[in-house]
């Protein structure tokens, strides 16, 4: 299936009012911006917390530009204990998978499979009667720009073990095919300039990363770029 695309100005999902004592939120991310606008506002990806009208409810957000990286709040932001940040930063047009727990009182964020924040003496989660949102804050600000892919809740803690199970990197128990929509290059273009689009299959389900690697006959990758799943030249032919 394909990612849900968002445009960072007027689109979002709504799933409506789910209501959690304890929550594990998964999703995967591919990121375009840093941050939002001129002021530089995080960027949500799960969100069902009302934040500065009480403090209620939970959500899942990123801020590279602010330093804070994957970060998560139950309830007001003006309370430093509500609050867990990772400062680990999520590169941009890359698939990255983003989780948080939530259990009595203590948080836990993963990013890309790894640990990278915990923190207990957080307050509970409180309820309140609106809708969970992915992409989106519910005061309307905080547009995410990029894709979300396999959004995911539990409505209990997940243990590491499971958490870091979630995570799977692209393996296969056979070959994949991987090919090129296009196989020729066009003289005098420009940096940046798309030769084709590239497409695997095999018998994992995805989703796929591309990217250029070292090794035998790689003395032309200077020469490219990927991006997502365009190929683009890095200099005029």
């Given amino acids: 299936a394909s990612a849900y695309a968002f445009n960072g100005i007027n689109n979002s999902i709504s ?3 789910i209501d959690f004592q ?3 939120a998964s999703a995967w991310v591919y990121p375009l911006v840093d941050a939002s606008g001129p002021s530089n506002f995080s960027l949500s990806l799960v969100d069902k917390n009302r934040d500065a009208i009480s ?3 939970f959500g899942m957000y990123y801020n590279n530009q602010a330093g804070y990286g ?3 709040q139950v309830g007001i932001s003006s309370d430093p204990t509500t609050t867990i940040f990772s400062k680990a930063l999520l590169s ?4 990255h998978h983003c989780l948080v727990v939530y259990d009595s009182g203590k948080a836990s964020l993963y990013l890309d499979g790894v640990l990278v924040a915990s923190k207990s003496g957080m307050p509970p989660i409180s309820q309140n009667d609106e ?3 992915f992409g989106r804050a519910l005061w309307g600000g905080n547009l995410f720009s990029g894709k979300l892919d396999d959004i995911a809740l539990w409505n209990r803690a997940l243990n590491s073990e499971e958490a870091l199970s979630i995570y799977q990197p692209v393996t296969t128990s056979g070959p994949v095919s991987l090919d090129l929509s296009g196989n020729t290059i066009t003289e005098g273009l420009p940096a940046g300039t798309e ?3 590239l497409s695997a299959t095999g018998n994992s389900s995805g989703p796929y990363v591309f990217t250029l690697v070292q090794g035998t006959g790689d003395s032309g990758n200077s020469a490219f770029t990927i991006s997502d799943n365009q190929l683009k ?3 005029v032919f």
């Fill in 15 to 17: 799933v409506g009012d």
């Fill in 22 to 24: 304890s929550v594990t």
């Fill in 55 to 57: 403090s209620s409810g």
């Fill in 70 to 72: 994957l970060y998560s």
């Fill in 92 to 95: 941009l047009q890359q698939w």
């Fill in 131 to 133: 809708s969970m949102l």
């Fill in 195 to 197: 030769i084709g689009r």
């Fill in 233 to 235: 030249s890095a200099s």
